[in-house]
């Protein structure tokens, strides 16, 4: 199943206060999501799939590259000549928008041409539904309703080790998240399925989130056999993210130095050093999170400061 407790999304739905900040070691202000990149063969085709099923806005990202604006943050696309492995094997399961009505959703979706890596699924008796796309490249893109909004939602990962996986995103980027101890429930009972009551299915489930910029970061162990809640592939070791068609996700930071130099002292691994991306016009650096996860940290101003949103103010003077 990829969403967290479904008693939580209608606590973070009503805005009740469950969520603790994180207490950073040095004074950076807390990371901002700034984007998730792919792999793809077609840039205008994805751009083009993405405006017409999720309302992403084509932009110009920093006056050179195509891309898409979704809330707050982008999708940046690097162009391949063959399709890029799918995310079987990783911790980077899939990205996931809201959706409000599932069943009617789905139906438009489908008379629209939306290809399904997964079809319509109930979850505690009509109590929310959930649908997996698949991207133009294969890529998984879930529609959940257990938020209900049509708004980019979700980051969903996998973890040898939830609460490990949660605190280097709250120690390290300043996500919001419950530094609790989630413990692991074992196996889930025999013939569970999504009919289940939510609360009893996602007891079942060893799980828990961080949230950055309003985005949810799903957290789910890794499978070491076939479950009810994973079709995907069942792998001892993850593989690296790098390379597959949801290549990495990005956060920023209006200043990367202090950054740079407080990860590295923490013994986070640097897989490059801060460069300058004369393609993108920007500056960032790349490290290894938990099981594999490519993230880059990207020297950028939030929007609605973005540099991107200057050029376009600029040119219109």
């Given amino acids: 199943m990829k969403s967290h407790k479904f008693k939580i999304l209608i606590l973070l739905a009503l805005g009740i206060g469950v969520l603790l900040p ?9 990371a901002r999501f700034h984007h998730v990149r792919l792999n793809v063969t077609d840039p205008k085709a994805s751009i083009d799939y993405y405006k017409k099923f999720f309302s992403a806005v084509p932009v110009k990202f920093r006056s050179v590259s195509d891309a898409l604006l979704t809330d707050r943050s982008y999708i940046l696309f690097n162009k391949v000549s063959q399709p890029a492995p799918i995310n079987d094997g990783t911790a980077l399961w899939h990205i996931g928008w809201g959706g409000i009505d599932g069943p009617s959703e789905y139906k438009w979706r489908t008379a629209q041409g939306m290809k399904w890596a997964k079809d319509l699924v109930t979850v505690g008796k009509d109590q929310a539904y959930f649908m997996y796309a698949s991207g133009p490249d294969k890529e998984e893109v879930e529609v959940w309703t257990g938020t209900p909004y049509q708004r980019y939602n979700h980051v969903h990962l996998l973890a040898k080790d939830p609460n490990v996986t949660r605190d280097w995103y709250i120690n390290h980027l300043g996500a919001l998240g419950k530094k609790d101890q989630v413990p692991n429930p074992g196996a889930p009972p025999a013939g569970m399925t999504f009919g289940d009551d939510p609360e009893k299915l996602f007891g079942a489930i060893w799980n ?15 499978p070491d056999k076939p479950v009810f809640w994973y079709d995907g592939e069942v792998v001892d070791e993850f593989e690296e993210t ?18 740079y130099e407080r990860m590295k002292a923490s013994g986070v691994r640097i897989v490059k050093r801060i460069a300058w991306d ?4 920007m500056k960032s650096f790349f490290v290894r999170a938990p ?24 040119e219109n003077k």
């Fill in 22 to 30: 994180s207490i950073l070691a040095a004074q950076d202000p807390p």
């Fill in 208 to 222: 828990t989130f961080a949230i950055v910029d309003g985005v949810i970061f799903n957290i789910f162990v890794k």
């Fill in 242 to 259: 790098d390379g597959h068609v949801i290549d990495h996700f990005a956060f920023s930071y209006p200043d990367i130095q202090p950054v």
């Fill in 278 to 281: 004369d393609k993108l016009k």
């Fill in 291 to 314: 099981d594999g996860v490519l993230v880059e940290i990207v020297e950028a101003d939030p929007l609605p400061d973005a540099s991107w949103l200057r050029h376009v103010h600029s």
